[in-house]
């Protein structure tokens, strides 16, 4: 019922290997060009395959002067710059610490006065208040004679 998978026959194809070119130092003739003065000197340079590289001449590396003949920074100076940074260190910390103190003082005392209110609401509730001690009042019992209530 159901049809035979097909084999798939690998295809043949021609395969082509490039194989690059190597560069060969050897020194070629350098051809010089004529400049203007003010833009770069290019020159261009004959490879012995007869090829031929156009580009701009680059100056050698200027060699930096010895650095042990560099002055050394005195170490007054580098103590000095120390106290400094240790300094504004401590200066921005004691900031910080008496910022974080005014905060905690404050909420401490938002939570004296929550404290008070809720205490005070408490007591004045008590003292206040009918504890029980009020008259209590059975309207279907009442009996009404001229607009008073009899008991």
Known sequence: MHPEPQQHLPVERAVT???PTPIVAQTAP???VQTNGHVAAVQSIVLPNGRVITGYAIEPA???PDLAAKPAISRTAVNIALGGIGFGAVCGGL???TTFIAALTALITQLITLAAVIFGGWIAVQVLGHGGGGNTFNIRKA???RNHFHG
């Open 143 to 145: 009996v009404f004679k």
């Open 62 to 64: 200027k060699s930096e």
């Open 30 to 32: 350098l051809v010089p």
């Open 95 to 97: 900031l910080l610490l």
């Open 17 to 19: 290997v490039h194989h």
